[in-house]
């Protein structure tokens, strides 16, 4: 490990903002002073000019996933790599057991998976697809190992999600561990209904994907979610909400004295409905859930980010390419499910979100990487830069101009969501606890070196 100082950077926190060098010694951030001097054996890095943000954390990845028949396309070491290059570097993925599955050795096989490959640092939302003693003994066991946080899909019927009885038995064990429940939001019985009604009058294409899931589904869902946690008093997390509608139900609960945090995406902010009209089957290629939606929802999006309703920015990486898109060719209800977006998350935050005056540098800082590292126990080595904290650094140049392109990005998948959006920005460095991965954008570091981050309930 590299010990390193960062010279005259703009240092840009959740709350606050100076001109100061950074030295990371160790892994961890030793000092920070106007005018250091630098010991022998450090490198130099001059950051004037830059901002030196805290190090971005994405809440919602599937790296490995198996889903829909298939499997995502990306590895530990592709999707960190990629990761890294857009300056994330922690992720915290789903471990997500098949139903018949236990969820012990479902941490086992996640763990093979990214044991020696990841190239950041990474943790496990662990996953309910079943409840009964036996899971309820291994979720405790899988608490204390240092993974305190659920997922519970209120979709996907028959596959993933669970019923009423499971997700209200699951909330009660959150409550008394502490553990923050995070749910996937659609009421599973409206879009089962909605998918065989537009199927059997032949309406087939991806452009119907939307019409199965309509704002209302999402809205019921977060409800439900939210009546949930007020009965059992457990914490609860709404991972990629949509739409206004949904918003609105979450903000109702917060008013209520509900513990419910509302998570994000950028697909959402920035793309909307039409992409899935696009011909050819292109459109499959913008097909996730909850959908892409009207444009209208997207100011709501961000007027929520702006006020603190939205809390945190999630990628919801679930890369299947154009071949395995095409599993839905005759029935929109098969295509796999997920848009790519790991890589390029935080740069289209900053390029659509700082820049146009949407949201300031403070509130970018928060929903990409402080938030999370809070509502997920991470604080204070991750999310923030401070004495003692990991070394983990972005040093980014506001001035660098770019167009997103498949041609270009390090995601294992032929094709970007965003192609030729522009881009304002590069990560010109990128720290992994001291350890220099990313250069001018590039991966220069070391693959396998990421860590699983142990961490401590906090919701009680
Ligand atoms: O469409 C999506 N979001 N695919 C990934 C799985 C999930 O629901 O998060
Ligand atoms: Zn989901
Ligand atoms: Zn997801």
């Known amino acids: 490990m590299s010990n390193l100082l960062i010279k005259n950077g703009d240092i840009v926190t959740a709350s606050a903002r100076y001109t100061a060098d950074i030295l990371c010694k160790d892994g961890k951030i030793a000092a920070i002073a106007k005018d250091l001097d630098a010991p022998a054996d450090v490198e130099v890095y001059d950051a004037s000019g830059k901002y030196v943000f805290p190090g971005f954390i994405d809440p ?3 790296v490995y996933l198996p889903f829909m028949g298939t499997y995502a396309k990306d590895d530990y070491e592709t999707a960190t790599v ?211 939606r009207e444009k209208s929802n997207q100011r709501a999006l961000w007027d929520g ?17 154009t071949e395995q898109k095409r599993m839905g060719k005759d029935d929109f209800t098969l295509i796999p499910n997920g848009i790519p977006s790991l890589e390029d998350r935080v740069r289209m935050f900053y390029t659509h979100g700082v820049e146009t005056g949407r949201i300031n540098l403070h509130r970018f800082v928060y929903a990409a990487s402080t938030a999370a590292a809070k509502i997920f126990g991470l604080f204070p080595n991750k999310g923030t830069i401070q004495l003692g904290s990991d070394a983990d650094l972005v040093v980014y140049d506001p001035n660098h101009r770019d167009k997103i392109s498949a041609a270009t990005h390090h995601m294992n998948i032929d094709y970007n969501p965003f192609e030729d959006f522009p881009v304002h920005g590069r990560c010109d460095l990128v720290t992994v606890r001291g350890n220099v991965q990313v250069r001018q954008g590039e991966f220069v570091g070391e693959k396998g070196i990421g860590k699983f981050l142990k961490r401590q309930p906090t919701h009680f």
């Open 60 to 62: 919602h990845t599937h």
């Open 82 to 292: 990629a990761a890294l290059c857009g300056g994330t570097t922690t992720l915290i993925d789903f471990c997500i057991p098949g139903r018949d599955e236990e969820p012990l050795s479902a941490i086992e096989t996640w763990r093979n998976q990214a044991e020696g490959k990841a190239a950041s640092d990474y943790t496990w939302h662990m996953a309910v697809t079943r409840f009964d003693e036996e899971v309820e003994t291994q979720l405790r066991e899988i608490v204390s190992m240092g993974i305190p946080s659920f997922k519970v899909f209120l979709a996907y019927k028959g596959a993933l999600g669970v019923d009423d009885g499971e997700l209200y038995q699951t909330m009660k064990l959150a409550k008394e561990l502490g553990v923050i429940v995070t749910a996937h939001c659609e009421n599973a019985d409206m879009v089962a209904e909605l998918q065989k009604d537009l199927i059997a009058a032949g309406n087939t294409g991806p452009q119907w994907h939307e019409p199965s899931r309509p704002v209302e589904v999402e809205a019921e869902g977060t409800r439900h979610l939210c009546s949930m946690s007020e009965l059992t008093g457990a914490h609860c997390y709404v991972v990629h909400l949509s739409c206004e509608r949904a918003l609105k139900e979450a903000v109702e609960a917060k008013l209520r004295g509900v513990n419910v945090y509302v998570e994000s995406l950028i697909q959402h902010l920035l793309l909307d409905h039409t992409y899935a009209e696009r011909p050819d089957f292109e459109g499959a290629n913008f097909v996730m859930s909850p959908p892409l």
């Open 305 to 321: 980010f702006r006020h603190g309703l939205v809390t945190t920015l999630g990628s919801d990486h679930a890369p299947f390419d």
